[in-house]
């Protein structure tokens, strides 16, 4: 929906809304009115008229009901608005009705009517400034009966009072217009702030996604979605100082594979890549949740294992040989069987050993196991 058009529409609601203020000063002004002509020789003609303006009233309330459901139901449109005008038309001709009553009656009826019919014309102009074809619907059948009386009258009086009803008239038009625009910048105000707000919040929202997206690829490995070396420093770090809080151990496992080189060259390093995503797959079953595996190297793992007994060493063995045991299986990748296997260095954290020189030992003693030859497990000097 276009900014024009909501803001129609959100001028139309406010016509609906603030409709029962025009309705109940109808209903008591024509009440009024014609109790006080009552005793006069067109009393009989005031209470008609008074029957047609509840008659009226009674209309324009169905409408106004039937306006403000199909405006919940099927949305703004102009042809609605305008529907609507025409039971505000309805009123403005009951009330101009007047203007022929005031033909040879007293001057204090005259002044009545007249003072009553620029009475509701000004109500207009505050309760219908928000839809300017609603206001003229209501005032120019309300207003021209009593200009033309009063214009075609002989007394002089009486055409001055045309005069100045036709001023008066033309000043509500200058008032309802000012009050229309002041009504509609305002609200064209609040569309475009409720606008920008809600670019900024989606401005801010995909900010949001992005600085997850980066702080996710600074932290983690593109190829496998494992923690990345930087990642690894931090998880490794909070394990130890947990440990030193709960007298715990962490250990750290540094797996290289064995014959990962032989899958590049063979079958190229897409296959590598899908060997490599499999292998983080196959160990990510081996740990528990509160364990770290991260990828640190082009064929390099390391495993962070923490909150272990004070004797972890049989513990430690244990998730290694569950590691020799995921290579037990041949890895399928694509059309080819591609056997792969891994070396793995352990080592404990000890006191007073910073993060590089934990992973500097646990990468010595993978080396040393390498030597060995393929799916040994060597523990750190």
Not at 40 to 59: D, N, Q, R
Not at 201 to 220: F, G, M, V
Not at 267 to 294: F, K, M, N, P, Y
Request: glycine share 8%; charged share 15%; net charge neutral.
């Amino acid at each position: 929906m276009s900014l024009q058009s909501r803001i129609d529409e959100a001028l139309f609601r406010q016509l609906l809304s603030g409709a029962r203020i025009p309705l109940i000063g109808s209903a008591f002004g024509g009440l009024l009115i014609t109790l006080s002509q009552l005793g006069s020789a067109k009393g009989h003609l005031f209470v008609l008229w008074c029957l047609v303006v509840y008659l009226v009233i009674g209309i324009r309330v169905f409408f106004l009901r039937r306006c403000q459901k199909q405006l919940a139901k099927k949305g703004f449109h102009h042809a609605l608005a305008y529907r609507y005008c025409l039971t505000l038309a309805l009123s403005g001709f009951a009330w101009g009705a007047l203007g022929w009553l005031v033909v040879d009656a007293s001057p204090l009826t005259v002044i009545m009517v007249v003072t009553a019919i620029q009475a509701m014309v000004m109500g207009g102009v505050v309760t219908m400034a928000s839809f300017t074809p609603a206001f003229f619907a209501f005032s120019l059948p309300a207003m021209l009966p009593i200009v033309l009386v009063f214009s075609f009258s002989e007394n002089l009086t009486s055409f001055i009072m045309a005069v100045f009803s036709v001023i008066f008239y033309i000043l509500m038009i200058g008032v309802i217009y000012r009050f229309n625009q002041s009504l509609r910048q305002a609200t064209r105000i609040g569309f475009e702030n409720e606008d920008l707000i809600g670019s900024l919040k989606d401005a801010y929202h995909q900010i949001s996604i992005q600085n997850q997206e980066l702080n996710h690829l600074a932290h983690h490995d593109t190829l496998t979605g494992l923690p990345n070396r930087k990642l690894l420093s931090l998880r490794l770090q909070q394990a130890i100082e947990l440990g030193q809080l709960k007298k715990t151990t962490t250990a750290l496992l540094y797996l290289d594979l064995d014959g990962f080189k032989a899958v590049n060259d063979q079958w190229g390093h897409d296959a590598g890549d899908l060997a490599l995503v499999e292998v983080a797959a196959r160990l990510s079953q081996v740990i528990r949740g509160g364990d770290t595996l991260a990828r640190v190297g082009g064929d390099e793992f390391v495993i962070v294992l923490s909150d272990l007994p004070e004797q972890a060493n049989a513990a430690v063995e244990i998730v290694a040989q569950k590691c020799l045991m995921a290579f037990e299986l041949p890895f399928q990748i694509r059309d080819a069987v591609c056997p792969l296997g891994t070396s793995i260095g352990l080592t404990l954290c000890q006191s007073g050993e910073t993060i590089a020189q934990t992973l500097a030992a646990a990468d010595k003693a993978m080396y040393q196991a390498k030597l060995l030859g393929c799916g040994q497990i060597c523990w750190a000097p």
